[in-house]
């Protein structure tokens, strides 16, 4: 069994910063790929970014230089880096892992980005 934790969310104005991290445990001897989702109210969940075990990411156009993804294999986290946040960016995000061949998700941290 694999669990997912994210910290990180709150409340932040627009043009703020937040960063967010969500840490995999469990029994397993290394996560694959890892990703943030994000769901906001009455919205279908979209992926926001992803990373692969060798640290290839891979964006929704929407937040390219915007976000920034990265991973610590040693500590089995994903970060999330969020700047220049907007309304529109308010939603649930999500983390998912990968693990021999088996996705997970977290239970979500709120991003609430105030005008």
């Known amino acids: 069994q694999v669990q997912l934790v994210e910290s990180g969310g709150g409340l932040v104005q627009a043009g703020g910063s937040l960063r967010l991290s969500c840490a995999a445990s469990?029994?397993?001897?290394?996560?694959?790929?890892m990703g943030w989702y994000r769901q906001a109210p009455g919205e279908q969940r979209e992926l926001v970014a992803s990373?692969?075990?060798?640290?290839?990411?891979n964006y929704a156009d929407s937040e390219k230089g915007r976000f920034t993804i990265s991973r610590d294999n040693a500590k089995n986290t994903v970060y999330l880096q969020l700047n220049s946040l907007k309304p529109e960016d308010t939603a649930v995000y999500c983390c998912?892992?990968?693990?021999?061949?088996?996705?997970?998700w977290g239970q979500g941290t709120q991003v609430t980005v105030s005008s």
């Open positions: 998912n892992a990968e693990v021999q061949g088996r996705n997970y």
């Open positions: 469990g029994s397993f001897f290394f996560v694959d790929g």
């Open positions: 990373i692969t075990r060798s640290k290839r990411t």
